[in-house]
């Protein structure tokens, strides 16, 4: 989205040259091809630690904190495969949508004072917000080791980060579509 917001602000003229259906299937199979091997490698380090204790999770679902919690081996590689990961591919997209913004905004301020400053603003600022709820939360959650963590605060921000998101997805697009 902030690919999308940037080209249309920035490249107006250039948008359906630059958002043809080959960047846009690019884009989604390379967000899809991070997230299964995220999902491999964490699954697959999982599977290897052993689990004498209770089998009792204290969350709302089976999250890869919550299991190295309950695991009776040390747990370090794997944290520190989290942490790797989490700056890689979440860093990653962090830094690149804040420079995205960045361009985005500094183009809008050179717009004159009126409805098109208004508009722009009002189609980035609620993706701004959502996308810093759900990396905040999540770096939060996974950035930390997992025994100084608390159980109640983790399931809390989980809430913020796999709920809240998809939650405000549909009001950003109404927010959208009230401002064309």
């Not at 690019?26 to 380090?45: D, E, F, R, W």
């Not at 183009?107 to 980035?124: E, M, N, Q, W, Y």
């Amino acid at each position: 989205m902030a690919h999308d917001r940037h080209v249309a602000i920035c490249q107006p003229l250039l948008y359906p040259v630059i958002m043809n259906s080959q960047i846009c299937i690019q884009m989604t199979l390379a967000s899809i091809l991070s997230g299964l091997i995220y999902a491999g490698v964490q699954t697959g380090n999982t599977f290897r630690l052993p689990f004498c204790q209770s089998n009792v999770i204290h969350h709302f679902f089976c999250d890869i904190p919550s299991l190295l919690k309950i695991s009776c081996s040390d747990t370090f590689s794997n944290e520190m495969v989290i942490i790797a990961y989490g700056l890689g591919i979440g860093g990653g997209c962090f830094i690149y949508i804040i420079r995205t913004y960045i361009y985005i905004f500094s183009t809008v301020l050179k717009f004159p004072i009126g409805a098109d400053r208004k508009k722009a603003f009002s189609t980035c600022v609620p993706h701004i917000l959502v996308v810093s709820v759900f990396l905040s939360s999540g770096f939060y959650v996974y950035m930390r080791p997992s025994e100084n963590s608390s159980t109640i605060q983790d399931m809390v921000l989980s809430v913020f980060y796999s709920i809240i998101p998809p939650l405000f997805n549909p009001i950003i697009y109404i927010v959208l579509e009230m401002n064309k």
